[in-house]
């Protein structure tokens, strides 16, 4: 199934989306592997590099609802400049048509005023107990500039009331030369995070 993202990585204002396929995805089973297997080695080194917390295990929580994550800030980034504690505009994150047999979910999520649109092709998500993580690979492209390659991954913990402790990395994965100089480096990325540590179902 074909997936519209919108987001914009260099202006920390995205509106995206995304639908499950099962592409590539007879083989997920919500181990290090098969995470390390739908993005590389090396993808999932940075994932952890900076810092992001995979939750692993083939029993996720219903993640079903949409949840505010919101004051939004940078905990740890790969791109030079970038300053750890910037705040986010608020950023709403939905969730549906989660499936634990092929640990496939849909997910869409917004900020005001994205400048870029992005195609996924596939969410996948693990976890166990209250935990989960969730992972995406996106072709970006910002207004009439080359597209490049891109992945999002969501992590945290389900209450009745909402996502305890969420956290959000955007990695640029090949900005195919960026002409128009409007993505990051390729193999850099930014650690978000909600900063009260709690975000609430909408």
């Known amino acids: 199934m074909k997936t519209k993202l ?9 509106i995206f989306s995304c639908k499950s396929d099962d592409d590539g995805g007879g083989g997920f089973d919500g181990s290090l592997r098969s995470i390390e ?37 940078l905990l ?8 750890p504690g910037k705040t986010f505009a608020n950023y709403m994150a939905s969730f549906k048509n989660q ?4 640990l496939t979910i849909d997910y869409n999520g ?4 994205a400048s870029q649109v992005d195609e996924g092709n596939g969410a996948f998500i693990s976890g166990s107990n209250n935990e989960f993580s969730m992972f995406l690979k996106t072709t970006t492209q910002i ?16 209450t009745e009331n909402g996502i305890e402790d969420a956290q959000m990395v955007l990695m640029m994965l090949d900005n195919k030369g960026n002409p128009d100089g409007v993505y990051i480096p390729d193999n850099t990325g930014r650690l978000l995070y909600d900063s009260n540590n709690f975000s609430e179902k909408q």
């Open 6 to 14: 919108f987001l914009a990585l260099l202006t920390f204002a995205l």
């Open 37 to 73: 297997d739908f993005y590389s080695p090396e993808i999932l080194d940075a994932l952890e590099d900076l810092g992001f917390l995979i939750n692993t295990g083939n029993t996720p929580p219903n993640l079903e609802g949409a949840y505010l994550f919101s004051p939004l800030k």
């Open 76 to 83: 740890s980034s790969t791109v030079s400049g970038d300053t």
């Open 99 to 102: 499936n634990n047999s092929e």
């Open 110 to 113: 917004n900020h005001i005023g």
């Open 143 to 158: 207004s009439n500039s080359v597209p490049a390659e891109s992945t999002i991954a969501i992590s945290g913990k389900m």
